[in-house]
């Protein structure tokens, strides 16, 4: 499973939006994610599917490259994960307000 999400915030604020994104998946899912520079690699479940891959961020997207969830799952995942880069690459929202906890 792959796609790119465009942004419009820079590197350096993507990157600083993206890891409050993973601090909220690992606090919310328990999906284990670490870093090298811009580069990601995530594993854990939610609900019963199994989330693994990696991601890459770069001036004007990220790039997520993923373990196929199967047919059932791929379009509700990639939905998930496109509404929660929407939320958290929003340029409007201050980085401390994005949320990174189970509240």
């Known amino acids: ?4 999400y465009p942004h419009s915030v820079g590197l350096e604020d993507a ?3 993206v890891g409050a ?11 284990k994610v670490e ?7 995530f594993d854990g479940k939610y609900l019963m599917v199994m989330i ?21 799952w791929r379009k509700k995942a990639v ?4 509404e929660k880069l929407a939320i958290y690459l929003d340029p409007n929202t201050p980085i401390d307000e ?4 189970k509240t």
Do not use: E, V
């Not at 499973?1 to 790119?4: E, G, R, Y």
């Not at 939905?79 to 496109?82: I, T, V």
């Open 1 to 4: 499973m792959q796609f790119d």
């Open 15 to 17: 990157r600083a939006r």
């Open 21 to 31: 994104l993973c601090t909220y998946l690992h606090n919310r899912h328990g999906i």
């Open 35 to 41: 870093w090298d520079g811009n580069s990601g690699s």
């Open 52 to 72: 693994q891959g990696k991601m890459t961020i770069d001036d004007a997207k990220i790039h997520f490259d993923g373990k196929d969830p199967g047919m059932l």
């Open 79 to 82: 939905k998930y994960l496109k």
């Open 98 to 101: 994005l949320p990174t906890d």
